[in-house]
């Protein structure tokens, strides 16, 4: 039996994890992490084998219809697909078969001998489809949804054959486990970290009291998805009742109507240059909060203002991992400008009341939405697991 440090594991995505910008990132740390915390990781190639020709003819599609017709292609012909990641299998005796966002790549998939499959995702196609987070933001091919039924078939036939999975947040959880079937010991939590690096702890500034100023942020690459129109109605509010407020916008650019003196924005800000990089994180250092009312499946951008000990203020929605009152706030469906200014003038009438929160939301970061804490619990199960098996 191997221990944790022996573990050879075989990592299979669509999209290989040496590509950082898929999955906002996430690919890439969850392979980075499994390697640093359990044991050798290998890479599995995830082309179509002798059917290459048509994924890669999917490839020159315009990127709003590859994106679906990708996956629910892949899933059509998988038994000839699989036949590719199966001979892969056979060249090495591993312990672990992990999956990552890729349900389809263990559709009828034959393993060559007994090995533990593990899978994680922040959403499956039926729970995000039939959420409020997939239904904000539709469907490109209308009649795409007659293939549903089929869909919804596989991924029970799959997730319910599956050993182990890990999901980042207690709503998709919740979810699989009534769709699919799911008991606890197949089915747990544990939250994904932060797409950054994380802050030493000189970086931080924990003790950031708000002053003349209240200065919000938001990250994120569109504004009317990430809820800006929201928050810049916030930052009028604020105005209005005669708080001097700023808000910064990272990552894109609000139309024009949406715009005010009181608004810095960047339209980019490029994590491998060190300058840009270092104006980034002293936003999320020096900002009292971070304002992002938006419907996600999960949120890097929440666990990353935790890395600096940022609260965040978001709507409960989805998969956001904001803990009420430790990390932040997250306040109903339909809650109103109105109701995120209220909240942060809580804070601004009590001083230790929003220190205890930045300091709570550091805490809570470090135990929870850290890649080491996830690398750490994930392979404890990943070898409980196989203790169990053998």
């Given at each position: 039996m191997p221990n944790e440090r022996q573990l050879k594991i075989a990592y299979l995505c669509e999209t290989s994890p040496l590509v950082t910008w898929a999955?906002?990132?996430?690919?890439?740390?969850?392979?980075?992490?499994?390697?640093?915390?359990?044991?050798?990781?290998?890479?599995?190639?995830?082309?179509?084998?002798?059917?290459?020709?048509?994924?890669?003819?999917?490839e020159c599609l315009p990127l709003s219809i590859k994106m679906r017709l990708r996956f629910r292609l892949h899933l059509f012909l998988s038994r000839f697909i699989s036949r590719h990641v199966s001979k892969q299998l056979k060249k090495e005796k591993y312990d672990v078969l992990?999956?990552?966002?890729?349900?389809?790549?263990?559709?009828?998939?034959?393993?060559?001998?007994?090995?533990?499959?593990?899978?994680?995702?922040?959403a499956t196609y039926t729970a995000y489809k039939n959420s409020k987070v997939g239904q904000a933001f539709g469907s490109y091919f209308s009649l795409s949804r007659l293939l549903d039924p089929i869909i919804l078939k596989a991924e029970k036939k799959v997730y319910g054959a599956t050993d182990?999975?890990?999901?980042?947040?207690?709503?998709?959880?919740?979810?699989?486990?009534?769709l699919y079937s799911l008991n606890d010991e197949q089915s747990r939590l544990v939250h994904w970290g932060a797409n950054i690096n994380p802050p030493k702890p000189e970086e931080l500034m924990l003790d950031n009291p708000i002053g003349d100023e209240v200065r919000l942020l938001l990250v994120g690459r569109d504004w009317f998805p990430k809820g800006g129109p929201v928050v810049y109605e916030v930052l009028k509010e604020l105005i209005k009742r005669g708080v001097n407020a700023h808000l910064t916008v990272v990552g894109c650019v609000p139309p024009d109507f949406h715009t005010h003196e009181k608004m810095t924005i960047h339209?980019?800000?490029?994590?491998?240059?060190?300058?840009?990089?270092?104006?980034?994180?002293?936003?999320?250092?020096?900002?009292?909060?971070?304002?992002?009312?938006?419907?996600?499946?999960?949120?890097?951008?929440?666990?990353?203002?935790?890395?600096?000990?940022?609260?965040?203020?978001?709507?409960?929605?989805?998969?956001?991992?904001?803990?009420?009152?430790?990390?932040?706030?997250?306040?109903?469906?339909?809650?109103?400008?109105?109701?995120?200014?209220?909240?942060?003038?809580?804070?601004?009438?009590?001083?230790?009341k929003y220190k205890n929160l930045r300091t709570s939301t550091r805490r809570y970061y470090e135990e929870h939405l850290h890649w080491d804490a996830w690398g750490q619990k994930a392979t404890e199960l990943i070898t409980s697991k196989l203790v169990t098996a053998s």
């Open positions: 999955h906002s990132g996430g690919n890439t740390r969850i392979y980075n992490t499994l390697k640093q915390h359990a044991g050798d990781v290998t890479i599995i190639d995830s082309g179509w084998g002798g059917l290459d020709f048509l994924r890669k003819a999917v992990f999956c990552s966002y890729s349900f389809f790549c263990l559709a009828n998939l034959k393993l060559p001998y007994p090995l533990l499959t593990v899978f994680t995702s922040d182990l999975m890990l999901w980042p947040s207690k709503w998709i959880k919740d979810s699989a486990d009534k339209p980019q800000l490029d994590k491998n240059d060190p300058e840009q990089y270092k104006t980034f994180t002293s936003l999320y250092k020096t900002s009292h909060f971070f304002v992002m009312p938006s419907y996600e499946a999960y949120g890097f951008a929440f666990c990353e203002a935790g890395a600096y000990g940022l609260p965040a203020l978001c709507l409960q929605v989805g998969g956001v991992p904001v803990t009420d009152g430790v990390n932040g706030h997250a306040l109903a469906d339909g809650a109103q400008p109105s109701d995120f200014v209220e909240k942060i003038m809580d804070y601004m009438d009590s001083a230790d």
